[in-house]
């Protein structure tokens, strides 16, 4: 069974800035799209960001455009998330998925083949 593996949350003060990261050990993300998603509490699950492996395509949840950058190193096997100007509305788990397809075909999907288990952001006003 093949687990995604995110790491980088924590705590950080309301304009801070934090890195998500995202690998999947044992498993090749290369050639597949990630999503990375979040839910807060009492919250539907959102679609954040989603960067595919072919044509290059990046797509950003309005609520996060111009502060959040999602991008790749392949060579690490790796996905981030960099989240800037963070505001007290991003606190949430935020996950990693992906359906194994080359390209997003969008921010939130119904289903995904392999998930990571969340790392929790919180942001303090």
């Known amino acids: 069974q093949v687990q995604l593996e995110e790491s980088g949350g924590g705590l950080v003060q309301a304009g801070g800035s934090l890195r998500l990261s995202c690998t999947a050990p044992?498993?090749?993300?290369?050639?597949?799209?990630i999503t990375w998603l979040r839910q807060a509490p009492g919250k539907e699950r959102e679609g954040v960001s989603c960067?595919?492996?072919?044509?290059?395509?990046?797509y950003y949840a309005d609520s996060v455009k111009g502060r959040f950058t999602v991008s790749r190193d392949n060579a690490k096997n790796t996905a981030y998330l960099q989240m800037n100007s963070l505001k007290p509305e991003d606190a949430a788990v935020y996950y990693c998925?992906?359906?194994?397809?080359?390209?997003?075909?969008?921010?939130?999907?119904?289903?995904?083949?392999?998930w990571g288990q969340g790392t929790q952001v919180t942001v303090s006003s």
């Open positions: 044992g498993f090749n993300l290369d050639y597949y799209a």
């Open positions: 998925a992906t359906d194994t397809l080359s390209n997003c075909r969008g921010l939130l999907m119904p289903t995904y083949d392999f």
């Open positions: 960067i595919s492996s072919m044509n290059g395509r990046i």
